[in-house]
């Protein structure tokens, strides 16, 4: 079984809190993509919406700027920038440090950028409502298993993420 500890570089004994960073704010933002659902009914979009939200509202503190495709979409937007979604989807997670991907639905769009974002070298960090019975071909990826997106999934999430970032950190000197 692959481990988070051997996946992405940290044991518990250096997991520091969030709020260390947030009195260090660094002039480099690194970049997270969150794969996720878009929800195909305004409650499964708002579930999904919050979902997103908290994963920013853990990760930008701490140095990070997370963008879901309607995020990147917005921002191609702004900058006249013409490109199909999938070319725009594959474009952020090679430009990513990190890519989240909730695997709650098992939806075949977000398998699909959990597994090119591997195939990239990317970190990745599985999430998922607990509960949730992965696939064989993902159930050795540690993933974080979160009962709500509120403090349960921002507390676990932030002890990783400043971790990365840590170490994200000690690679761009």
């Known amino acids: ?3 988070l500890q051997s996946s992405l570089g940290f044991n518990r004994a250096n997991v520091t809190s969030t709020t260390a960073f947030k009195a260090k704010k660094s002039a480099k933002k690194l970049e997270i993509f969150v794969a996720m659902p878009m929800g195909k009914d305004a409650k499964s979009r708002a579930r999904w919406n919050r979902l997103n939200e908290s994963i920013k509202a853990v990760s930008e ?3 990070y700027t997370a963008a879901r495709i309607d995020d990147v979409l917005l921002e191609n937007a ?3 920038e013409n490109q199909f979604i999938a070319q725009s989807i594959l474009n952020k997670i090679e430009k990513s440090n990190i890519v989240i991907a909730d ?3 098992q939806n075949p769009n977000v398998y699909f950028e959990l597994g090119y974002a ?3 070298g990317r970190k990745i960090l599985p999430v998922a409502k607990k509960g949730t019975d992965l696939p064989f ?3 050795d990826i540690n993933t974080v298993f979160y009962t709500n997106m509120g403090a ?3 507390q676990r999430l932030g002890s990783i993420l400043s971790v990365i970032y840590k170490n994200d950190m000690k690679d761009t000197k």
């Open 1 to 3: 079984m692959i481990s």
């Open 103 to 105: 695997l709650s639905e």
């Open 61 to 63: 503190p701490i140095g």
């Open 118 to 120: 591997l195939g990239k």
């Open 152 to 154: 349960n999934l921002k």
């Open 78 to 80: 702004r900058s006249s």
């Open 137 to 139: 071909d993902v159930k």
